[in-house]
């Protein structure tokens, strides 16, 4: 898993407790958690069609 074994995940996990503190963590995870969900969906989702309104072209017009 990248190179990090069980000492660099704990120490890593302590630096993360120092700086957050222990009743933060849930909060952390959470939003951590909610994050990856819509990163997924959003890479494995239907694409979504960002042209201007202006620049569309709709069947059956002819183009300019």
């Known amino acids: 898993m990248f190179g990090l074994g069980f000492p660099e995940l ?5 630096i993360v ?3 957050f503190g222990a009743r933060r963590l849930p909060e952390i995870g959470s939003g951590l ?3 990856i969900k819509g990163f ?3 890479v494995s ?3 979504i069609d960002v042209t201007p ?3 569309k072209v709709t069947e059956g017009e002819d183009a300019p």
């Open 10 to 14: 704990l120490v890593i996990l302590v």
């Open 17 to 19: 407790v120092v700086l």
């Open 53 to 55: 309104e202006k620049e």
């Open 40 to 42: 997924r969906s959003g």
């Open 45 to 47: 989702g239907d694409e």
């Open 33 to 35: 958690g909610k994050a």
